[in-house]
C-alpha cells in the first residue's frame, strides 16, 4: 500500500509540474495583454527591468517580475534596443521581447520633393514632431529629393545629414558619366544649371530638352532669362504668388539670369536625379527659345521670328481663357 501510495503521490507531482510548466510556457508564448497595435517607445539606456515596470503599468503584461522571469528562462540573451515599436495586437510576452532584441522599430517618413526649396525643406524638417534639436537652413542644392525614413526622437540634423549625403553620393556617381561637351566643367555648375531645369518645367520628358536649350544659351553667351531666377532673390524659392513686376526682372544681383550673362552664384532649389542627369546628357537641339504652350509643356524654338510667333501663340491662348 505505501508503494502504491508513492506512485500516486509520485505522479500527482509528475502532474502538476507539467501543469506548472504548461502554465509557465503559455505566459510566454500565449497572448499578451495587447487587444489593438500599441505603440511603445524604450528610451535610451533602458534596462529590461525598466521596461517590464513599463509595459505592466500600461497594462500590456500582467505582472513585470513573471516576465522577467520567463524571459531569463525562455528568452535569448540578446540586449534590448531603443526606440519606438508597435506591437501587434494579441502579440505574446515572446514576441514582444523578440521585436525588443531585433530593434524592429518603426520607421517614419519624411518626403523632400524635386524642386522643393531649402527654406521649405527646412520647414517640414521643424514641423515634423516627432523629430528632436534644431538646424539652420540647410544650403541650396545640397538635399538630394527623395522619401527617408527616420526613428521617432531622432535628431534633424541626423536627418538633414543623410539628405545631403544622398545629394554628394549621386553626384559622385553621376558627374563621371557625363556626355563630353556639355556646357559646364565642374559638379557645382552643373548642379545649378539643374535647379534652373528643375523649376523650368514640370513636365519629365521635357528635362533633357530644356538643359539642350539652356546649354545652348551659355555655350552661346546669352542671356539665360529663366524667370525662377529673379524670384529666387525675392522669396528663396517659395512661390511669388503674383505676377512678376518689370522692376524684378531688371534687378542687378547674384540670381537674376535677365540681368546678367551665365550661371546664378548658386542653385535656386534642390533638383532632382533627373534634372541632374538632363544636364548631364541634356537633348542635342538648336533651340534657344521657350514658352508655354497651355499644355503645362513649351514650344521651343531655333529662331527668335518662330519664337514671337509662339508668344503670340500662347498671349492669344491667355486673351481666350480670360487672363490677359
Given amino acids: 500500500m505505501k508503494t502504491r501510495g508513492a506512485l500516486v503521490l509520485g505522479a500527482l507531482a509528475a502532474l502538476l509540474v507539467a501543469v506548472g510548466a504548461v502554465w509557465f510556457a503559455s505566459g510566454w508564448w500565449g497572448s499578451a495583454k495587447i487587444g489593438d497595435d500599441t505603440s511603445f517607445t524604450v528610451p535610451s539606456g533602458s534596462t529590461l527591468t525598466s521596461v517590464a515596470n513599463r509595459l505592466e503599468e500600461e ?18 540573451g540578446d540586449p534590448i534596443q531603443a526606440g519606438e515599436f508597435l506591437l501587434p495586437a494579441n502579440a505574446s510576452q515572446a514576441q514582444i521581447l523578440d521585436m525588443f532584441q531585433d530593434g524592429k522599430v518603426i520607421r517614419r517618413f519624411v518626403t523632400v520633393p524635386e524642386g522643393m526649396p531649402s527654406i521649405l525643406v527646412w520647414e517640414r524638417l521643424m514641423a515634423e514632431e516627432h523629430l528632436t534639436g534644431d538646424i539652420p537652413v540647410p544650403q541650396e542644392g545640397s538635399v538630394l529629393p527623395d522619401t527617408y525614413d527616420f526613428e521617432r526622437g531622432e535628431e534633424r540634423a541626423a536627418v538633414l545629414a543623410r539628405m545631403q549625403a544622398a545629394m554628394q553620393n549621386y553626384l559622385a556617381e553621376a558627374w563621371p558619366k557625363r556626355k563630353p561637351g556639355i ?24 528635362r533633357r530638352m530644356v538643359a539642350g536649350l539652356y546649354s545652348n544659351r551659355l555655350k552661346d553667351g546669352m542671356m539665360l532669362q529663366a524667370d525662377p531666377t529673379i524670384i529666387y532673390p525675392i522669396t528663396k524659392g517659395k512661390p511669388l504668388g503674383r505676377r512678376i513686376r518689370q522692376s524684378e526682372i531688371s534687378a542687378v544681383n547674384d540670381y537674376n539670369t535677365y540681368s546678367m550673362v551665365g550661371l546664378p552664384k548658386g542653385p535656386i532649389t534642390n533638383p532632382g536625379r533627373e ?5 548631364l546628357d541634356p537633348a542635342k537641339t538648336e533651340a534657344r527659345y ?10 521651343f524654338a531655333e529662331t527668335l521670328a518662330e519664337h514671337n510667333a509662339n508668344v503670340e501663340k500662347w498671349f492669344a491662348l491667355r486673351r481666350a481663357r480670360g487672363e490677359m
Fill in 183 to 206: 556646357a559646364v566643367d565642374n559638379v557645382k555648375d552643373a548642379l545649378v544649371l539643374a535647379s534652373i531645369v528643375e523649376k523650368e518645367t514640370g513636365v519629365p520628358g521635357e
Fill in 59 to 76: 497594462g500590456i503584461i500582467a505582472s513585470a517580475d513573471a516576465f522577467l522571469l520567463r524571459a531569463k528562462i525562455l528568452g535569448g
Fill in 290 to 299: 521657350m514658352v508655354a504652350d497651355g499644355t503645362g509643356g513649351h514650344a
Fill in 275 to 279: 534634372s541632374i542627369a538632363a544636364v
